[in-house]
């Protein structure tokens, strides 16, 4: 497996998956949720419309994930996970997010994905710290039993940047 740091638009890249940081609904929202909808075009909701919801207004609850063509993007792809809103970390939300990434890992493989984008999940309005949100994210991915070929950690902005290499330079050392 193939682990890399890129900073860039998550929207840009062509790779078979992107991950979409979406909330529990799947019909759009800020930040990342927002720029993958607005890039994939109006069929992208009306796919996430389609899926079941359990219960009334949850298309996926905080840690599963959802997979979508990616339509109008470069990517085949995305997979929608929900990550844990941050409480201060003894709400369960490391077990969430790990749970987030392990799910995301698993639908590439049920659907033969060798290439997959994740942006930092829960490390925006979530507020899930930073630090600790890439640290997990990489060991996550690092342990996992089967994971692409490729797998990219797509950060937004050089302080996220830096926050992802350092952990996954921790990773190496460790």
Same mark, same amino acid.
């Not at 709400?91 to 060798?114: K, S």
């Given at each position: 497996? =193939?682990?890399?740091? $890129?900073?860039?638009?998550?929207?840009?890249?062509?790779?078979?998956?992107?991950?979409?940081? &979406?909330?529990?609904?799947?019909?759009?929202?800020?930040?990342?949720?927002?720029?993958?909808?607005?890039?994939? =075009?109006?069929?992208? @909701?009306?796919?996430? $419309?389609? @899926?079941?919801?359990?219960?009334?207004?949850?298309?996926?609850?905080? =840690?599963? &994930?959802?997979? /979508?063509?990616? +339509?109008?993007?470069?990517?085949?792809f995305v997979i929608h996970t929900v990550g844990p809103v941050w409480h201060g970390g003894g709400h369960g939300e490391p077990a969430q997010l790990?749970?987030?990434?392990?799910?995301? @890992?698993?639908? &590439?493989?049920?659907?033969?994905?060798?290439? !997959?984008? +994740?942006?930092?999940?829960? %490390?925006?309005?979530?507020?899930?710290?930073?630090?600790? %949100?890439?640290?997990? %994210?990489?060991? /996550?991915?690092?342990?996992?039993?089967?994971?692409?070929?490729?797998? !990219? +950690?797509? /950060? +937004? =902005?050089?302080?996220? /940047?830096?926050?992802?290499?350092?952990?996954?330079?921790?990773?190496?050392?460790?």
């Amino acid at each position: 497996m =193939g682990l890399t740091i $890129r900073e860039a638009d998550i929207t840009t890249l062509a790779v078979d998956a992107i991950v979409n940081a &979406a909330n529990p609904s799947l019909l759009g929202g800020g930040g990342v949720d927002g720029a993958i909808h607005r890039t994939a =075009g109006p069929a992208l @909701l009306a796919a996430c $419309r389609a @899926l079941p919801e359990h219960p009334r207004g949850v298309r996926c609850p905080t =840690g599963e &994930a959802r997979i /979508t063509p990616g +339509f109008a993007l470069p990517s085949r792809f995305v997979i929608h996970t929900v990550g844990p809103v941050w409480h201060g970390g003894g709400h369960g939300e490391p077990a969430q997010l790990a749970q987030c990434y392990e799910n995301c @890992l698993r639908l &590439a493989r049920e659907h033969g994905l060798a290439s !997959i984008a +994740f942006p930092a999940i829960s %490390a925006g309005v979530y507020g899930y710290p930073p630090d600790s %949100a890439a640290r997990l %994210a990489v060991r /996550t991915v690092r342990e996992a039993p089967w994971a692409p070929e490729e797998v !990219i +950690f797509c /950060t +937004f =902005g050089a302080a996220m /940047t830096r926050v992802y290499e350092a952990a996954l330079a921790d990773a190496l050392r460790g």
